[in-house]
Each structure stands twice: as C-alpha cells, then as structure tokens.
C-alpha cells in the first residue's frame, strides 16, 4: 500500500551535468505542479545546484497541496537520506510532524517561501507576506481612487503566506474607509478555482470595481471570468508571475515574490551548511511590487536566468 501511495507522488530528478559524483544531494520539496511560483522555485534550485556542484531531486504531489502525498514523501526521503531538504510545507501546522520527522533523521532543512509553524531549520528564506500583501492592496485602493467595490480572491487556508497576505490586504482596506469588501472567498491559489469563484462574485455583485488576489495564478482566473463577461475590473496579484498579464494591460500590479531567487537561495543555504559555511538564521527579500512602470526588467527568458552570487545578496 506504501508503495502504491509513494507512486502517485510525481519525483522529479533532475541531476546536473557539471555535478561530481560525490556532490551533495538536495531534496526540494514544493506543493504543487500548477502554479508558476513553484516552478520558478525548482528552476532556482536546480540553477544554484548546478553553479555550486551539486544535485538536485524534486518532490511534488500529484494532488495540488496534498498532506498525505507529502507526508509520504518525507517517510521515502527519510529513508533515503539526501545530505540536505529545501522544503515548503503544503499546509503550515499540519506538515509539522513531516518536519520533526526529518529532524529526528538529522538531516538539516531549510524552510523557504511558506513558513512551517514549528520543526527545526537551518534558516528560513521567504518574503514578508504581510508587507507584501499591504502594498499590493494599496496600490489598487489608489489606482481606484480610495473609493469602490472591492473583493478578496483567498489562497489555501492553511498556508502561511495567505493568511499573512490576507491580513494586509485588509489593513490596507482599513485605511480606506470608503472602499466597501463585498466578499472574501477562496480559490485555493488555483487559476480555474478563482475563474469559478469570480463567476459566481459577478452573479452576486452587479458592481465590482476592484479584485484583490492572493495569488497570480488566481489573478489570472479573475481576468478570464470578467473577460468572458464582459465586465472590468482593476486586478492585483502576488507572487511576480503575472509578467505577461501586466505587459498586456490585463493586470494593474502583481507582489513580486522572488520565486528564482528563493530557490536559489534557499539551495545555497542548504550546500553552504553542508559546506561548514555562514548562513543567517532568516533571509527576508524586501516587499517590492511589479507594475506597468517597471515590468521591462523583469521580462527576462526564464532560461535565460541566473542565480544571484549569494555575497550580492546577504550583506555581512
């Protein structure tokens, strides 16, 4: 039974072609297959795997978020024993007992992206969710002119980064008390889920003047609803992989979420621990935003991009 469960997992290796055969082994946990960020994410990793010699093996549910899929890949790694785990957890509290699981294996972890709600960590590298969240939300409730109908599109309950994000966008509607939240429901970070929660938001809502999105993916689900409605909405997301989308005028602004760069750092953490190196407890990116006024520099090849040198960005 324990067998067919850990084949419904898809394991993705991918092993560098400059790595020596005894470099290190890095486990990279993700949550799912379906939403951008994480594939950024794995490219991250693997480019600074890569750069520093060492391998990289992936493991990400079949099941978007799925508990008991990673659960039981942390039971197959654990047994397998790689020399380090980049790891975000599916759910925050609920991945705990895969990280104690770990722990008690002595095979040090860093956290990256979703912080884990306890476990030990060699570092944690992420973004602040809540600086992100507010200035996001801040820069529709001006583009709106500080008055409207708005709405909240959640991501996945249990997870860090939407509760974080959700806490902001909702200082941020504090500050503007002529901005009216009609509804907040959830799409689970999920483009067709959000697409069907904002159908249903339309039916309900005759006048929606902005959407607040917890994510790009959603984001980008919101947009196709209205389109195929023929209504217009100003729409923000979070996670900077709405490039595309804000080239095109379809989406006001996005968080940039550094999702490369956290696989690459998150990576170097790992391989400099390994290695007997510095690595700071937590390394936070700044809470920056991607707008119609910056969006060239961030239209970069995604084969085309390169890890950071790790001294270019933890300053001593």
């Given at each position: 039974m324990k067998m067919k469960t850990l084949a419904s997992l898809i394991t993705i290796a991918l092993l560098s072609p400059l790595a020596h055969a005894d470099g290190e082994k890095i486990a990279v946990f993700t949550k799912n297959l379906t939403n951008p960020l994480f594939a950024e994410i794995r490219a991250g990793a693997d480019n600074a795997a890569k750069q520093m010699n060492a391998t990289t093996q992936h493991y990400v549910p079949t099941k978007p978020d799925s508990i008991p899929e990673q659960m039981s890949a942390i039971e197959d790694v654990v047994v397998k024993k790689p020399d380090a785990?980049?790891?975000?957890?599916?759910?925050?509290?609920?991945?705990?007992?895969?990280?104690?699981?770990?722990?008690?294996?002595?095979?040090?972890?860093?956290?990256?992206?979703?912080?884990a709600a306890g476990g030990?960590?060699?570092?944690?590298?992420?973004?602040?969710?809540y600086d992100l969240g507010l200035e996001t939300a801040r820069f529709l409730l001006k583009n709106l002119g500080g008055k409207g109908n708005v709405v909240i599109i959640e991501g996945v309950k249990g997870a860090s980064t939407n509760q974080d994000r959700i806490r902001g966008f909702k200082k941020a509607l504090e500050e503007n008390p002529n901005v009216k939240l009609l509804a907040s429901q959830t799409g689970n970070y999920q483009r067709n889920q959000a697409l069907s929660v904002m159908e249903n938001l339309m039916q309900s809502f005759p006048q929606i003047d902005g959407v607040l999105a917890a994510n790009d993916a959603m984001a980008t689900g919101v947009i196709e609803a209205l389109a195929a409605a023929n209504r217009k909405a100003l729409v923000i997301g979070v996670n900077g992989t709405g490039i595309d989308e804000i080239k095109q005028g379809k989406l006001l602004a996005t968080g940039d979420y550094k999702g490369f760069q956290q696989g690459c750092l998150g990576t170097m953490a790992a391989i400099r621990h390994l290695r007997k190196l510095p690595v700071p407890a937590e390394l936070m990116f700044p809470p920056n935003l991607i707008t119609q006024a910056n969006v060239q520099s961030f239209l970069v090849p995604k084969d085309k991009m390169v890890c950071p040198k790790w001294e270019d960005v933890v300053k001593k």
């Open positions: 785990i980049v790891f975000i957890p599916v759910d925050s509290k609920a991945m705990v007992a895969g990280v104690n699981k770990i722990n008690a294996a002595n095979i040090p972890v860093v956290n990256i992206n979703d912080r030990k960590f060699v570092s944690f590298v992420g973004v602040n969710d």
